[in-house]
């Protein structure tokens, strides 16, 4: 199976079994009670339902009190999380940490949203981006060159192949090296332009760590890196809000 089949038929099962919520479906007060009060209160709604829907009497009596449980809740974590917000800004004001003051206020209450209307003169996409890739090449350097530990790796890895005659039976990862590799990844990391992130490896049948051992191994020994390894995603960031914005440097 090529690399680009497994990965669609990955993110397939990914959109099928997967829920997917909204951004901003969550508060940032949001707690597993709140999900349980919810989850208690839509149920006594769906019985009342059921019950045809019924003005008074336990059920109706069950509906409502389900419910001003979830509603009082609910605007309690809001007023606490307010109170917190509130003492926050306090302790940075009057530490005079003005920088964080004005992150978090920001943050929470700047609508502003700032856009360039080009890129150093550029208004076409593909200009734009050359742009930005000239810019890019020019800050970049080879972080290897003076890597005596990298280097030493990639001589081992071709050393290991060269002595074996027949490079078919050359088995440089297993199993056990492709989850070590899984494991030292971070959780809640944005996804590549395929859509792949650890948690649909790490949550997928372990059967996938059999195909990836056997796609690195054909890797290392025919020298062939799958075209979609070189392609990603690059979101320019500004540095200065209050710099020029059509510029690549910023």
């Not at 339902?49 to 001003?68: Q, T």
């Not at 060269?162 to 944005?190: I, M, P, R, W, Y």
């Not at 540095?239 to 914005?245: H, T, V």
Request: glycine share 4%.
């Amino acid at each position: 199976m090529r690399r680009g089949s497994a990965s669609r038929h990955h993110i397939t099962a990914m959109n099928e079994c997967i829920p997917v919520l909204r951004q901003g479906a969550f508060k940032p007060y949001w707690c597993e009670e709140l999900q349980e009060l919810k989850k208690a209160s839509i149920d006594a709604y769906n019985l009342w339902k059921l019950c045809d829907r019924p003005r008074d009497g336990i059920v109706n009596r069950l509906r409502l009190e389900s419910k001003y449980k979830y509603k009082h809740a609910l605007r309690a974590a809001a007023r606490k999380d307010n109170l917190e917000f509130d003492d926050k800004l306090s302790e940075l004001y009057l530490t005079k940490n003005m920088d964080d003051f004005w992150a978090q206020w920001n943050r929470k209450f700047s609508k502003r949203t700032k856009s360039a209307t080009n890129i150093n003169g550029h208004y076409h996409n593909e200009d734009i981006v050359n742009a930005f890739s000239d810019t890019f090449s020019s800050a970049q350097f080879d972080s290897y060159a003076d890597s005596h530990q990298f280097i030493g790796c990639i001589n081992k890895v071709r050393d290991k192949i060269l002595c074996d005659l027949s490079t078919q039976n050359v088995h440089l990862f297993d199993v056990t090296d492709v989850e070590k590799a899984l494991a030292s990844l971070k959780f809640g990391k944005a996804a590549g332009y395929d859509g792949l992130t650890k948690e649909s490896l790490h949550y997928c049948h372990p059967v996938i760590f059999i195909h990836l051992k056997l796609l690195f191994n054909m890797v290392s020994v025919h020298g062939y890196v799958p075209d979609d390894f070189g392609v990603g995603i690059v979101v320019p960031v500004v540095k200065d809000q209050c710099a020029d914005l059509c510029s690549a440097d910023n």
